[in-house]
């Protein structure tokens, strides 16, 4: 039954016993909990309401069937006089019921007795949902719902690729309350609601979701009555005619007076018709007669479209669910409104696997292999496809770990495709063991089922090899493809043309999909009859003729066309095939097979030449494939044995094998295993490495590759990678690996191309001013979003020291690019880079006109004096951004801190000053103690690592810092400092409010004065304070 498969899989089951999601033929209706009387306003109106308010309903709807019927007079005539006729029926009715004023609330007692016991009912057949879908306790999990045009679907795409299942819609999605709500604007309520979806999409568990919340007073209090009416339950009905009030009779047996229900234009009713697509008679409007009578017995067909008309009664509202293939039964203009469930969209899946799993950290490792493993996401759209394989994904989890893999989880998913078939083909059963089949096992269902698997998936072993999607009805001829097992939740329907002129086709509801049933077809063509589907004339002619045909040869046929294959059609195709040839999937499938399982010989033989392949010059995509097939073969250990390399840091002292490359890879892209950062320093990286590792890099953030022997070709590599529009890579570190301006247009092109990266290291490399001329195009282009570029020591010796030669020096070009508009860097690193004083003058030049730039570093070059002058003067302009100044070991003398104490005082931008490795000495540190001490002066954090000082100068240093109370930040650490300075810095230590950090190390306090200062942490527990080198 569609029914117990749908709420399988949305109310997810515990693991223990899924066969309790079923409901039993025996149930009078399915899942209804909860329980509400509401308000029986409606029904006293309809049994005390006066005569005259009912004729004028029924004189408003003869109205409305004249001008709906105006286009045929003749019929037109009839329909009036029935209506007619009706409405004097209900006249009579109502004079009767006027005349029973007296008795009026008595009966009206009855109504709200028949209504609360209805409620009853309807909840004690409904212990699944109660249990599992209660507001309070629920795994129920909402669904996707979309409002759709009242005309055919169209399908633009027929090459592989296009369909894509879950693509997520512009329109507001509608929750399952909301599908009775009228849309804005729409004042009148709709009468005729269609809901169409796939099988296993959710139809029937919404359905019943709906009613329980009807039933507990929750949702549509303006219905006083709901009943709900399976198709495969109706399909049992004895007899050939049945009028309206026996249907509700014999299916809810206390509505036994419901006459006066159905005659009433008062009492709300909604009618639901669940799954008619089940319906053997089909329904007929063109060929059916009108009735107006609710006690007249026609045919189950005529009486269901009467109801859907309006012509029997007409004050109710009728809810229809079905699969797209028996939209068609349904003209258009009865229908008010379109409705599709559409499965899971991110949120909902979310919630599902929350629901079910109470290890939330479960969850979440689960729902990511479902994200990252493209062979699982197109599908878990679907609820039941999405049950099954975060089941088998939990198992896997929890049986990997051993391996020393943590949450990595290497994810085989012959297995879960396995299972799904499994599991549509269990569906089908239960609906034939309703309607009188014989129950049979898994292997007995199998077998029945054989042929008509083998023939889709010959068909889908065609269509994959011509590379497309669609087939159409006559394919299904050509090939004897069952039908009912194309409708079962393995193929969806689409419609393919413009409205003139579309014709039905199908595909499968994921290209995956396709792709095991053509495994499966070729897996049991050899099991069965030792036949090879993909053997060409010319590879039978290669073969010895003492040679038996093998599984072996089947696999390795398939591995050369997938490797030579550059579309990547194949990929998953072979997987499967590995995949079926292991015990888990052969299990399953005993129904299915004839002979016995694959011979172990053959499996190990497939796994040596997968391993042999991988050692071969062949796409680093193909080399993902092939490890993939190990997975699905069981086979880990070329993965595991890389892995541990690269914890124990082995590759550092050998270059890894191309093969060891793909396993690197293969790990990385493993679903469960996020790193945001991925370090290959040190690693000795080949250029056949960089490029089997090219697929799987862009999933990082950050890359590091500091010291790998990179080489110009490897940039070019790398920037090959970076035009993935997926790609997530911030942050570049490309320091120390031989890179010269011959890779600089390359790095220019990904910043040229690339929005997501903004910070690059190309420190102690040889660019050259050449080489930054061309990066500048890069970083001057409004597409680039470059913020941090670090260009330490990047001179070249072929053109002298950077900016001794040539006319346009590398630091002319980078004030221009400062000066740019669109320059967006708010960090430069140019230390060690022999700069001049012409090259000061350009920085201070441009960081005058820069608005962005917030961290300057020039240390290790020789500023001096002069150098200081110019950016001194640079500092104290008011449009200066400057925040951090690192002028480490740049030959600054006491006469540069002069200058440096006028612009503490002045700029109002700068928190971080570093002037460590530079002899300043005491004279230098007092000039400046005397700006810092200024209230204008906004300095947080002072380096001041071996500078020269002693204790002549601590007090008045420190007496400044405490007067401000800004400084955080202070390092005193290889000076001259000694045990007479104590008292001085215990006093700073314990009146300075916001210090964080005071480093002095390297200095000459005895052990005592250490001692004395490290005491000092017991009353100032949030100060950092260093005293002992580390």
Known sequence: ?????????????????????????????????????????????????????????????????????????????????????????????????????????????????????????????????????????????????????????????????????????????????????????????????????????????????????????????????????????????????????????????????????????????LYIFDGLDENIQGLDFENQFACYDENEFISLGSLLTNLIRGNIHPAASVWITTRPSAMSQIPLHYIDRLTEIQGFREEQKKEFLHKKYENRHLAEKVMTVMNKERSLSPLCYIPIFCCVSSTILEDALKSFQHYGFGDYIPTAITSIYTKFLEQILSHQQQKLEYLGGTKQTTIALLQSKQKAIMNLGKLAFELLRGQTLIFSEKDLRMYNVDVSLVESGLCKELTVGNANTSKKAFCFVGEALQEYFAALYVFLSFNNNKYNPLKTVSHVKSLRRYEKPSYFQVCKQACKETIKSSQGHLDLFLRFLCGLGTKKPQEILKGLMTSCEINCDDVMKIIQILKKRLQEDIAPEKCITLLQCLNELGDNSL???????????????????????????????????????????????????????????????????????????????????????????????????????????????????????????????????????????????????????????????????????????????????????????????????????????????????????????????????????????????????????????????????????????????????????????????????????????????????????????????LTALNTTQKITHLDLSANLFTNSSLQNFCSFILTCSKLQVLRLEQNHFTTNGQMAIKKLKLEKPGVQIIVERR
Request: glycine residues 6%; aromatic residues 4%.
């Open 1 to 269: 039954m569609e029914k117990g498969y749908e709420v399988q899989h949305i109310a997810t089951p515990t693991e223990e016993d899924e066969s309790v999601l079923v409901t039993s033929p025996g149930e009078t209706i399915n899942s209804l909990p909860g329980d509400n009387l509401g308000s029986n306003s409606n029904v006293t109106n309809a049994i005390n309401g006066d005569f005259q308010e009912q004729q004028s309903h029924q004189a408003q709807y003869i109205q409305e069937e004249e001008r709906e019927q105006r286009h045929t007079s003749d019929e037109e005539t009839l329909l009036i006089d029935l209506t007619l006729a009706a409405s004097s029926l209900e006249a009579d009715t109502a004079c009767t019921l006027d005349a029973r004023t007296e008795s009026g609330t008595a009966i009206g007692d009855v109504f709200h007795d028949l209504r609360k016991t209805h409620i009853k009912i309807l909840k004690e057949s409904c212990v699944y949902i109660s249990e599992y879908a209660d507001p309070t306790s629920s795994k129920f999990a909402d669904l996707w719902i979309v409002e759709c045009n009242a005309s055919p679907l169209q399908h633009e795409g027929s090459q592989r690729g296009t369909t894509s299942q879950n693509v997520t819609s512009s329109v507001h999605p509608l929750s399952y309350t909301e599908i009775w709500t009228p849309a804005a604007g729409e004042g009148k309520p709709h009468r005729t609601i269609v809901t169409k979806g796939i099988a296993g999409i959710g139809k029937t568990v919404c359905v019943e979701k709906f009613i329980h919340d009807w039933a507990a007073g929750s949702i549509l209090s303006e219905f006083d009555f709901i009943f709900m009416f399976s198709f495969c339950k109706l399909n049992n009905l004895p007899g050939k005619s049945i009028s309206l009030a026996q249907l509700l009779q014999q299916y809810y047996p206390h509505m036994q007076r419901c006459e006066e229900i159905l005659r009433s234009v008062s009492i709300k009713s």
């Open 639 to 957: 993965v595991e044995e890389t892995r541990k390399i690269m914890i124990a840091g082995a590759a550092a002292s050998r270059t890894l094998t191309p093969a060891e490359y793909s396993a690197l890879a293969f790990v990385l892209q493993m679903p469960g295993g996020e790193m945001e950062t991925l370090d290959l320093s040190q690693h000795k990286t080949s250029s056949v490495g960089l490029q089997r590792l090219v697929p799987v890099l862009h999933h990082f953030t950050s890359l590091k590759m500091i010291g790998s022997n990179l080489g110009d070709s490897g940039v070019n590599a790398l920037s090959q990678m970076m035009k993935n529009p997926n790609c997530k890579l911030q942050n570049l570190e490309l320091e120390r690996n031989d890179l010269t301006h011959r890779c600089c247009e390359a790095l220019a092109l990904i910043l040229t191309n690339n929005r997501m990266l903004s910070s690059l290291n190309l420190s102690n490399n040889n660019l050259g001013d050449r080489g930054i001329r061309l990066l500048s195009v890069g970083l001057k282009n409004p597409q680039s979003r470059m913020q941090k570029l670090k260009l330490n020591n990047t001179s070249t010796l072929d053109f002298g020291m950077m900016g001794s030669y040539l006319e346009e020096t590398g630091i002319v070009i980078l004030s221009d690019v400062l000066k740019d508009s669109n320059c967006t860097l708010k960090a430069l690193e140019l230390a060690k880079n022999c700069l001049t004083q012409k090259n000061y003058e350009e920085i201070a030049s441009a960081i005058r006109i820069n608005h962005t730039l917030t961290h300057l570093d020039l240390s290790s070059n020789v500023i001096q004096d002069s150098g200081m002058n110019a950016l001194s003067l640079a500092l104290m302009d008011k449009s200066c951004s400057i925040q951090s100044l690192l002028l480490t070991d740049t030959k600054l003398t006491p006469t540069c801190c002069e200058k440096l104490a006028s612009v503490l005082v002045t700029n109002q931008t700068l928190r971080e000053l570093d002037l460590s490795m530079n002899k300043l000495g005491d004279s230098g540190v007092c000039a400046l103690s005397t700006a810092l001490k200024e209230p204008s002066c906004k300095l947080e954090t002072l380096g001041l690592k071996q500078t020269s000082l002693t204790d002549a100068c601590c007090k008045k240093l």
